[in-house]
């Protein structure tokens, strides 16, 4: 009896110190590291590598994280599958969530709690016309055939309300980006607007002007104060002059793209992650060129228009950046 004992407590005291030295190796380490899903978009998007970008410096760089990305439907899925904690932060577009805190637009009456933590890509929204249909001004769009962005998209429902407030009403046509860069090509429609890549313009943008010159309508001073009062979600980009695209500087409305959190995700957590993004000057660069020489952290500060998370606030201030009153969440 005193020698099954014996064993039994032999055995106990093994079993302890095993557990004990896995508790102490790396594969254990790495079971109790915090996991954290990344909501992105489409995996045929150059944002879409971005962030897989993003997941592999915060792996490397943070210590007790670690990421994966997950293909999603981008910004309004991404604000509603972070309401339902199924990914941890995400894509999103300043604009959007702008209005799911508020509880505006498509959030009406059903705000999400979200907080920005950078931003890392400006969108500019450019309106390009052929130089023959001479159009100087947006104004003068009335009654020309003219397309307001890719059917459903972000582009399209933001321009819409922006003519709204603007007072302008040209004939709408709609359509895929391939229909319409056809049709302009065709002087079937004056032209149509369409988001930059970066501070450039995008490639559709670019054959049109191979084939036809272009012009690009920027917004007066009255108008940019118009919608800058109707429409705070909205950001006023001003985009130096292309030589290559034969364009003068000019200043049109935008939005940012950048990532958000959850309120509920701990400071810590995302203060070290937006650390490691800022600091960063080669690994995001390499997978999105736009990032490049870019500021992550007085680009997010210049163009965000709804709260910023507490961790991304701390890392800010700790940088010595003045935080402005409106990005600071109740």
Known sequence: MQETTSKLRRNILVAAAVTACLALSPLAAQAQNKKLLIGTTSSSSSHY??????????????????????????????????????????LVTTNVIHHANAGTGDFAGKPENSRLLWIYSIAPQNAIVRKDADITSLDKLKGRKFNTGLKGSATEKTTDAVFVHLGIQPDVVRGSTGEIVDAVKDNRAVGYVKSGAGMKLDASSREIATFTPIRILGLTKEQQAKVEKAMPELSMVEVAA??????????????????????????????????????DKTVQAAAFADVAGVDIAETTLKYASSPLHPGAIRYFKERGLNVPARLVGR
């Open 49 to 90: 590598g971005y962030f897989v970008a993003v997941s592999q410096l915060v792996n490397k760089q943070v210590a007790g994280v670690d990421t994966s990305v997950v293909e999603t439907g981008a910004t309004m899925d991404n604000l509603r599958r972070m309401a339902r904690k199924q990914v941890d932060f995400a």
């Open 242 to 279: 292309d030589s290559a695209a034969g364009t003068p500087a000019y200043t049109t409305w935008g939005f940012g793209v950048g990532a958000a959190a959850a309120a509920e995700m701990e400071e810590e957590t995302a203060y070290r992650i937006v650390k490691a993004v800022c600091e």
